[in-house]
């Protein structure tokens, strides 16, 4: 394996890097600032077009969906490296058409929606027009298992009817979010993984019912928001199911291998900022008589960040190289493997750096308090520690059966 990364990619690495450096991180607290505080999800900071429209205009848009014409032609060897910087910023994936939940509904309207479906829904996301939300996990199930999956789309002639209650539908609250993809059961006679199906449901349509927005450890992360929506009766063509029915597990499956790689590589940048700001940080503070930076422990801290960055990237990459040379079934295990890796050597970094902060580092007048929550919800999302490690367990003792 060879990870040097080519002349595309670090010229790529360094427009990435200077767009943060001239427009993202000086606006970060303008961002905050602009959110309406009365109503934090009826409007989308002015910033944020502002900037998105820089991002397009330096060519720095759609940057992943490799193996399709729609992105910018990287594999996701290519992707990993630019997704960590700009898993730097928390509003930094967004600006350039990357964020979390959309890559990975791009990613499912590229490989398996008609030509109709991407007419609608894939070109306005592309273009950053609209934003859209995943449903899939519920309150009344143990949805770390998907096949408990309750919610039920039936089909009625030339339409379906879902009925049930998610929850943690990232970006719902997003007054531009228009389109959700919805998991649910059409056939609970099927095979287990065999039951499910994914469907697409405008959030304007009659039953669609956006119950509140979850907070993360306090933080509402408007304006785009955790939702628990009720479908009550929802009518929607049948033409709007994707792939065909009982496809719902495998759309999954393909869905989270590349959003679990773009996940881990913005948590490793997340984690290198909080490094370096640990870093500069302990050499402008005084305890006992010494610099922070010349006590034993602090060293300690930093020495064990960089030794764990730079293990999980290498995991990582090794993860993208498999999914781009052998396939993202092929690569399960490495993927599992970053998915628990990742985001415990960031809590680990982050969690240095507010002790090396004190007080502050508690606080919203750094980033380290909202990276670290931000962060925990990751050893949950896309499925929990427990589960990807089951799994890595399995995969290991195939071999010796």
């Known amino acids: 394996m060879n990870f040097d990364y080519s002349a595309k990619v670090k010229d790529l690495q360094k427009k990435l890097t200077e767009f943060m450096d001239e427009y993202i991180y000086p606006n970060e607290q ?15 900071p002015p910033i944020m077009e502002e900037l998105k429209d820089k991002a397009k205009q330096a060519g720095l848009w759609n940057l992943f969906l490799p193996e399709s014409e729609y992105g910018a032609g990287l594999t996701n060897t290519e ?25 990975g509904n791009m990613e499912v309207l590229v490989r398996y929606g008609t030509e109709e479906q991407k007419e609608k829904w894939l070109n306005p996301l592309l273009n ?25 789309i039936i089909r009625e002639g030339d339409e379906y009817v879902i009925n049930g209650t998610k929850w943690w539908s990232s970006g719902a609250g997003d007054p531009r979010c ?101 870093c500069k940080r302990v050499q402008s503070r005084t305890a006992f008589g010494k610099k922070l930076a010349q006590q034993g422990v602090i060293q300690q801290w930093i020495a064990d960040s960089r030794i764990e960055i730079e293990q999980a990237r ?25 998915k628990v890796i990742a985001p415990n050597m960031a809590l680990k970094v982050i969690d240095r750096a507010i002790q090396a902060f004190g007080a502050a580092g508690v606080s919203d007048d750094f980033p380290l308090a909202a990276s670290w929550a931000n962060i925990r919800t990751l050893r949950l999302a896309d499925g929990p520690d427990e589960v990807h490690r089951r799994a890595i367990a399995r995969y290991e003792l195939k071999k010796y059966m």
């Open 314 to 338: 290498l995991l990582t990459l090794k993860a993208a190289y498999m999914m781009d040379t052998v396939g993202n079934k092929d690569a399960k295990a490495e993927i599992a493997m970053i």
């Open 128 to 152: 950053g027009e609209i934003r859209s939300c995943f449903s899939m996990t519920e309150p009344d199930v143990a949805s770390s298992d998907a096949t408990n999956i309750s919610a039920s």
């Open 30 to 44: 303008v961002y905050h600032d602009q959110i309406d505080k009365n109503a934090p999800f009826s409007k989308i």
């Open 178 to 278: 228009k389109i959700a993809i919805v998991m649910g059961k059409n056939d609970p006679d099927a095979p287990s993984h065999e039951q499910q199906s994914m469907i697409l449901v405008p959030l304007d349509t009659e039953g669609v019912t956006i119950k509140r927005v979850l907070p993360v450890f306090g933080y509402d992360h408007a304006p785009h928001g955790h939702a628990e929506i009720e479908y009550k009766n929802v009518r929607v063509p049948a033409s709007n199911m994707l792939w065909g029915e009982g496809k719902g597990f495998a759309i999954a499956q393909g869905r989270l291998g590349p959003g679990r790689i773009h996940h881990c590589m913005r948590t490793i940048g997340a984690a290198e900022r909080a490094l370096e700001e640990m």
């Open 79 to 103: 992707y990993a490296p630019l997704c960590e910087i700009m898993g730097r910023s928390s509003i930094a994936p967004e600006i350039f058409n990357c964020a979390a939940p959309d890559t």
